[in-house]
Protein backbone atom coordinates (compact mmCIF):
# COMPACT_ATOMS: atom_id res chain seq x y z
CA UNK A 1 0.00 0.00 0.00
CA UNK A 2 1.16 3.25 -0.64
CA UNK A 3 0.18 6.48 1.19
CA UNK A 4 0.81 10.24 -0.26
CA UNK A 5 2.83 12.32 2.77
CA UNK A 6 1.08 15.77 2.26
CA UNK A 7 3.33 18.70 2.22
CA UNK A 8 1.80 20.78 4.97
CA UNK A 9 1.93 24.74 5.87
CA UNK A 10 4.17 25.38 9.10
CA UNK A 11 2.75 23.82 12.16
CA UNK A 12 1.67 26.28 14.59
CA UNK A 13 0.91 26.80 18.42
CA UNK A 14 3.73 24.97 20.36
CA UNK A 15 6.52 26.04 22.71
CA UNK A 16 9.89 26.88 20.74
CA UNK A 17 13.06 28.08 21.77
CA UNK A 18 13.53 31.78 20.69
CA UNK A 19 9.69 31.67 20.51
CA UNK A 20 6.80 33.07 22.18
CA UNK A 21 6.05 30.46 24.78
CA UNK A 22 3.14 28.02 24.89
CA UNK A 23 0.13 28.88 23.14
CA UNK A 24 -3.17 27.68 23.85
CA UNK A 25 -4.43 26.91 20.65
CA UNK A 26 -5.15 22.80 20.91
CA UNK A 27 -2.70 20.20 19.38
CA UNK A 28 -2.98 19.57 16.03
CA UNK A 29 -4.30 15.70 15.41
CA UNK A 30 -1.37 13.62 14.86
CA UNK A 31 -0.88 12.71 11.19
CA UNK A 32 2.02 12.31 9.24
CA UNK A 33 2.42 15.98 7.66
CA UNK A 34 5.75 16.14 5.80
CA UNK A 35 6.65 19.95 4.99
CA UNK A 36 7.19 21.30 1.48
CA UNK A 37 10.74 23.34 3.28
CA UNK A 38 12.36 21.58 6.33
CA UNK A 39 13.88 24.85 8.49
CA UNK A 40 12.79 23.66 11.65
CA UNK A 41 12.61 20.80 13.77
CA UNK A 42 9.41 22.33 15.11
CA UNK A 43 8.16 21.79 11.59
CA UNK A 44 7.33 18.09 12.16
CA UNK A 45 4.97 16.67 14.11
CA UNK A 46 5.76 13.47 16.26
CA UNK A 47 3.84 11.29 13.74
CA UNK A 48 6.37 12.52 10.68
CA UNK A 49 9.29 12.73 12.72
CA UNK A 50 8.92 9.29 13.49
CA UNK A 51 7.68 8.58 9.84
CA UNK A 52 11.21 10.05 8.91
CA UNK A 53 12.96 7.88 11.31
CA UNK A 54 11.65 4.66 10.65
CA UNK A 55 12.28 5.72 6.60
CA UNK A 56 15.59 5.97 7.79
CA UNK A 57 15.88 2.61 8.74
CA UNK A 58 14.23 0.86 6.05
CA UNK A 59 16.47 3.41 3.86
CA UNK A 60 19.59 1.56 5.79
CA UNK A 61 18.30 -1.98 5.65
CA UNK A 62 17.40 -1.53 1.57
CA UNK A 63 21.20 -0.51 1.04
CA UNK A 64 22.76 -2.97 3.32
CA UNK A 65 21.97 -5.57 1.51
CA UNK A 66 23.34 -4.09 -2.00
CA UNK A 67 26.78 -4.65 -3.50
CA UNK A 68 26.63 -1.02 -5.21
CA UNK A 69 25.18 0.98 -2.21
CA UNK A 70 22.81 3.12 -4.50
CA UNK A 71 18.95 2.90 -4.85
CA UNK A 72 17.43 4.75 -8.27
CA UNK A 73 14.45 6.42 -5.79
CA UNK A 74 15.83 9.90 -7.25
CA UNK A 75 17.27 9.34 -10.66
CA UNK A 76 16.95 12.91 -12.49
CA UNK A 77 16.37 14.73 -9.71
CA UNK A 78 19.49 17.54 -9.32
CA UNK A 79 20.22 18.67 -5.47
CA UNK A 80 21.87 21.73 -4.99
CA UNK A 81 24.25 21.86 -1.71
CA UNK A 82 24.19 25.78 -1.01
CA UNK A 83 26.97 26.06 1.35
CA UNK A 84 27.58 29.51 2.69
CA UNK A 85 29.25 28.61 5.92
CA UNK A 86 32.37 26.13 6.95
CA UNK A 87 30.70 22.27 7.02
CA UNK A 88 32.24 19.21 7.14
CA UNK A 89 29.64 16.43 8.59
CA UNK A 90 26.98 18.09 6.77
CA UNK A 91 28.07 18.77 3.26
CA UNK A 92 29.96 16.04 2.50
CA UNK A 93 26.85 13.59 3.93
CA UNK A 94 24.05 15.50 2.14
CA UNK A 95 26.51 15.14 -0.90
CA UNK A 96 26.35 11.29 -0.09
CA UNK A 97 22.91 11.27 0.96
CA UNK A 98 22.01 12.38 -2.77
CA UNK A 99 24.52 10.28 -4.72
CA UNK A 100 23.49 6.99 -2.63
CA UNK A 101 19.45 8.12 -4.30
CA UNK A 102 21.20 8.73 -7.62
CA UNK A 103 20.45 12.22 -7.80
CA UNK A 104 22.47 14.85 -9.67
CA UNK A 105 24.11 17.20 -6.99
CA UNK A 106 25.81 20.11 -7.19
CA UNK A 107 27.93 21.51 -4.51
CA UNK A 108 28.20 25.40 -4.41
CA UNK A 109 30.28 26.94 -1.72
CA UNK A 110 30.19 30.89 -1.33
CA UNK A 111 34.12 30.61 -1.41
CA UNK A 112 35.30 30.70 -5.09
CA UNK A 113 31.49 31.68 -6.36
CA UNK A 114 30.16 34.71 -7.81
CA UNK A 115 29.10 35.72 -3.84
CA UNK A 116 32.32 36.40 -3.43
CA UNK A 117 32.14 39.22 -6.01
CA UNK A 118 28.97 40.62 -4.29
CA UNK A 119 26.52 38.48 -5.59
CA UNK A 120 23.26 38.57 -3.18
CA UNK A 121 20.99 35.78 -2.03
CA UNK A 122 18.26 36.74 -4.02
CA UNK A 123 20.42 36.13 -7.55
CA UNK A 124 22.21 32.74 -6.58
CA UNK A 125 18.59 32.00 -5.76
CA UNK A 126 17.31 32.84 -9.26
CA UNK A 127 20.33 30.87 -10.67
CA UNK A 128 19.88 27.77 -9.22
CA UNK A 129 15.82 28.52 -9.99
CA UNK A 130 16.99 28.64 -14.01
CA UNK A 131 19.41 25.51 -13.45
CA UNK A 132 16.15 23.59 -12.40
CA UNK A 133 17.39 22.79 -8.99
CA UNK A 134 14.86 20.02 -7.53
CA UNK A 135 16.23 20.79 -3.80
CA UNK A 136 18.30 22.82 -2.20
CA UNK A 137 19.97 22.37 0.90
CA UNK A 138 21.02 25.82 2.59
CA UNK A 139 23.85 26.51 5.41
CA UNK A 140 24.22 29.73 5.83
CA UNK A 141 25.49 31.92 8.90
CA UNK A 142 22.69 34.02 9.11
CA UNK A 143 19.33 33.09 10.73
CA UNK A 144 16.67 32.51 8.41
CA UNK A 145 18.28 32.47 5.10
CA UNK A 146 17.14 29.17 4.27
CA UNK A 147 13.41 30.65 4.69
CA UNK A 148 14.30 33.31 2.97
CA UNK A 149 15.38 31.46 0.05
CA UNK A 150 12.38 29.19 0.59
CA UNK A 151 10.68 32.52 -1.24
CA UNK A 152 12.72 32.78 -4.45
CA UNK A 153 13.12 29.02 -5.47
CA UNK A 154 10.41 26.10 -6.38
CA UNK A 155 12.71 23.46 -5.09
CA UNK A 156 12.31 22.05 -1.94
CA UNK A 157 14.70 24.17 0.78
CA UNK A 158 16.59 22.34 3.28
CA UNK A 159 18.11 24.57 6.30
CA UNK A 160 21.10 22.79 7.12
CA UNK A 161 22.65 25.22 9.20
CA UNK A 162 21.65 28.44 9.74
CA UNK A 163 23.27 31.14 11.99
CA UNK A 164 22.51 30.38 15.66
CA UNK A 165 18.59 29.22 14.11
CA UNK A 166 18.36 26.06 13.71
CA UNK A 167 19.92 22.89 12.40
CA UNK A 168 17.40 20.32 11.85
CA UNK A 169 18.50 17.14 10.12
CA UNK A 170 21.29 16.82 13.12
CA UNK A 171 18.31 16.65 15.58
CA UNK A 172 16.99 13.87 13.45
CA UNK A 173 20.67 12.35 13.30
CA UNK A 174 20.58 12.57 16.74
CA UNK A 175 17.39 11.18 17.65
CA UNK A 176 18.04 8.26 15.12
CA UNK A 177 21.35 7.02 16.80
CA UNK A 178 19.17 8.20 20.74
CA UNK A 179 17.09 5.54 19.45
CA UNK A 180 19.16 2.89 18.57
CA UNK A 181 20.39 2.80 21.67
CA UNK A 182 17.53 3.41 23.75
CA UNK A 183 14.63 2.40 21.86
CA UNK A 184 11.50 4.99 21.91
CA UNK A 185 12.24 8.16 23.76
CA UNK A 186 9.58 9.04 25.79
CA UNK A 187 10.07 9.51 28.61
CA UNK A 188 14.04 8.60 28.12
CA UNK A 189 16.12 11.07 30.09
CA UNK A 190 18.85 13.30 27.89
CA UNK A 191 21.00 16.01 29.40
CA UNK A 192 22.34 18.51 26.97
CA UNK A 193 25.29 20.31 28.31
CA UNK A 194 27.07 23.45 26.84
CA UNK A 195 26.67 26.64 24.76
CA UNK A 196 22.73 26.97 24.60
CA UNK A 197 23.22 30.32 23.73
CA UNK A 198 24.82 29.57 20.06
CA UNK A 199 23.76 26.63 19.42
CA UNK A 200 21.31 25.76 16.34
CA UNK A 201 21.91 22.04 17.44
CA UNK A 202 20.27 22.77 20.49
CA UNK A 203 17.12 24.13 19.69
CA UNK A 204 16.89 21.66 17.01
CA UNK A 205 17.21 19.03 19.63
CA UNK A 206 14.85 20.77 22.03
CA UNK A 207 12.14 20.90 19.34
CA UNK A 208 12.34 17.17 18.12
CA UNK A 209 13.37 15.60 21.34
CA UNK A 210 10.22 16.97 23.48
CA UNK A 211 8.28 16.06 20.50
CA UNK A 212 9.20 12.55 21.14
CA UNK A 213 8.32 12.67 24.15
CA UNK A 214 11.99 12.89 26.07
CA UNK A 215 12.54 15.17 29.15
CA UNK A 216 15.39 16.90 28.32
CA UNK A 217 17.30 18.93 30.82
CA UNK A 218 19.67 22.07 29.71
CA UNK A 219 22.70 22.62 31.67
CA UNK A 220 24.96 25.75 31.24
CA UNK A 221 26.80 28.99 33.17
CA UNK A 222 23.61 31.08 32.93
CA UNK A 223 25.53 33.54 30.46
CA UNK A 224 25.31 30.64 27.58
CA UNK A 225 21.64 30.41 28.29
CA UNK A 226 19.23 32.32 25.80
CA UNK A 227 16.45 34.91 27.15
CA UNK A 228 13.38 33.07 27.49
CA UNK A 229 14.42 30.02 27.82
CA UNK A 230 12.49 29.24 30.76
CA UNK A 231 9.69 29.35 28.05
CA UNK A 232 11.47 26.23 26.34
CA UNK A 233 9.83 22.72 27.13
CA UNK A 234 12.64 21.98 28.86
CA UNK A 235 14.51 21.93 32.88
CA UNK A 236 17.21 23.87 33.27
CA UNK A 237 20.62 23.32 35.74
CA UNK A 238 23.65 25.12 35.96
CA UNK A 239 24.76 22.07 38.20
CA UNK A 240 26.44 19.70 36.06
CA UNK A 241 27.09 16.39 38.43
CA UNK A 242 23.77 16.15 39.89
CA UNK A 243 21.98 16.35 36.32
CA UNK A 244 23.85 13.24 35.16
CA UNK A 245 22.75 10.87 38.00
CA UNK A 246 21.31 8.35 36.16
CA UNK A 247 20.37 10.39 32.94
CA UNK A 248 19.99 8.03 29.62
CA UNK A 249 22.13 9.84 27.72
CA UNK A 250 24.59 13.39 27.57
CA UNK A 251 24.58 15.51 24.41
CA UNK A 252 27.82 17.46 24.55
CA UNK A 253 28.05 21.19 22.70
CA UNK A 254 30.35 22.42 21.12
CA UNK A 255 31.53 26.01 22.74
CA UNK A 256 31.19 28.74 19.81
CA UNK A 257 34.37 30.78 20.56
CA UNK A 258 34.02 32.23 16.72
CA UNK A 259 30.93 34.06 17.98
CA UNK A 260 31.20 34.99 21.43
CA UNK A 261 32.00 39.15 21.29
CA UNK A 262 32.77 38.77 25.02
CA UNK A 263 33.92 37.14 28.18
CA UNK A 264 30.93 34.32 28.56
CA UNK A 265 33.03 32.24 31.39
CA UNK A 266 36.41 33.45 32.83
CA UNK A 267 38.77 30.93 31.55
CA UNK A 268 38.36 27.87 29.31
CA UNK A 269 40.23 25.66 32.20
CA UNK A 270 37.40 26.84 34.55
CA UNK A 271 34.94 26.02 32.06
CA UNK A 272 36.29 22.32 31.33
CA UNK A 273 36.06 22.49 35.49
CA UNK A 274 32.82 23.30 35.48
CA UNK A 275 31.26 22.14 32.45
CA UNK A 276 33.30 19.42 30.76
CA UNK A 277 32.58 16.15 30.34
CA UNK A 278 35.57 13.80 32.06
CA UNK A 279 35.33 10.35 32.74
CA UNK A 280 34.51 10.77 36.45
CA UNK A 281 31.40 12.60 35.22
CA UNK A 282 30.72 9.61 32.25
CA UNK A 283 30.30 7.56 35.28
CA UNK A 284 27.47 9.35 36.87
CA UNK A 285 25.15 8.87 33.84
CA UNK A 286 22.97 5.13 33.48
CA UNK A 287 25.04 2.47 32.57
CA UNK A 288 23.32 1.90 29.79
CA UNK A 289 24.22 5.51 28.52
CA UNK A 290 25.38 7.01 25.89
CA UNK A 291 27.65 10.09 24.86
CA UNK A 292 26.49 12.33 22.13
CA UNK A 293 28.29 15.34 20.28
CA UNK A 294 27.34 16.78 16.77
CA UNK A 295 30.95 17.35 16.39
CA UNK A 296 33.57 19.05 15.28
CA UNK A 297 34.87 19.20 19.16
CA UNK A 298 37.23 21.50 20.78
CA UNK A 299 38.83 18.59 22.92
CA UNK A 300 40.00 18.71 26.08
CA UNK A 301 37.35 21.79 26.62
CA UNK A 302 34.05 20.45 26.13
CA UNK A 303 35.03 16.71 26.37
CA UNK A 304 37.83 14.90 26.98
CA UNK A 305 39.45 12.75 24.41
CA UNK A 306 39.05 9.75 26.85
CA UNK A 307 35.20 10.13 26.86
CA UNK A 308 34.69 11.36 23.47
CA UNK A 309 36.61 8.42 22.39
CA UNK A 310 35.51 5.72 25.04
CA UNK A 311 32.73 3.55 26.00
CA UNK A 312 29.20 4.33 25.46
CA UNK A 313 30.59 7.60 22.82
CA UNK A 314 28.59 7.44 19.80
CA UNK A 315 30.03 10.65 18.23
CA UNK A 316 31.44 8.54 14.99
CA UNK A 317 28.15 6.50 15.08
CA UNK A 318 25.99 10.19 14.79
CA UNK A 319 28.53 10.90 11.27
CA UNK A 320 27.41 7.69 10.10
CA UNK A 321 23.41 8.02 10.85
CA UNK A 322 23.73 11.38 9.20
CA UNK A 323 23.83 9.94 5.66
CA UNK A 324 21.00 7.59 6.19
CA UNK A 325 18.35 10.04 7.66
CA UNK A 326 19.58 13.07 5.20
CA UNK A 327 18.72 9.90 3.23
CA UNK A 328 15.20 9.91 4.05
CA UNK A 329 14.67 13.47 4.39
CA UNK A 330 15.75 13.86 0.66
CA UNK A 331 13.35 10.79 -0.32
CA UNK A 332 10.67 12.32 1.62
CA UNK A 333 10.71 15.75 0.24
CA UNK A 334 11.42 14.70 -3.34
CA UNK A 335 9.13 11.97 -3.92
CA UNK A 336 6.00 12.53 -1.53
CA UNK A 337 5.47 9.06 -1.53
CA UNK A 338 6.46 6.08 0.57
CA UNK A 339 5.51 2.35 0.97
CA UNK A 340 3.56 2.04 4.51
CA UNK A 341 3.47 -1.31 4.99
CA UNK A 342 5.89 -3.60 6.38
CA UNK A 343 7.01 -5.00 2.53
CA UNK A 344 7.80 -1.49 1.17
CA UNK A 345 10.20 -1.04 -2.33
CA UNK A 346 12.37 1.28 -0.77
N1 LIG B 1 27.49 18.92 13.15
C1 LIG B 1 27.78 19.74 12.10
O1 LIG B 1 26.92 20.47 11.60
O2 LIG B 1 29.06 19.63 11.63
P1 LIG B 1 29.63 20.44 10.37
O3 LIG B 1 29.71 21.88 10.76
O4 LIG B 1 30.98 19.81 10.11
O5 LIG B 1 28.70 20.23 9.22
Same mark, same amino acid.
Given at each position: MTATVQHAPKEQGRPRPGGDGPSSEPAAPEQISLPRHLLSAGDLNRATAEHVLSTAQR? @????? #?? @?? $???? &?? $? #? $?????LFFEDSTRTRISFELAAKRLSADV???????????? #? @??????AWTLQAMGADAVVCRHSSSGAPQQLSAWVDGHVINAGDGTHEHPTQALLDAYTLRRHLGALAGRRIVVVGDVLHSRVARSNVL??? &?? #?? @?? &?????? &??LPVGVQSWPVQVSYDLDASLVGAD??????VQRERMSGAFFPTAREYSRSYGLDERRRALIAPHGIVLHPGPMNRGMEITPQVADGAGSVIVEQVANGVTVRMAVLYLLLSGEIETSSGGSL
Open positions: L @EQAIA #GR @EV $RKLP &TL $R #G $RTVVNITFSAKGSSVSK #G @ESLKDTLLS &TL #GA @EV &TLVAPP &TLAVMMLR
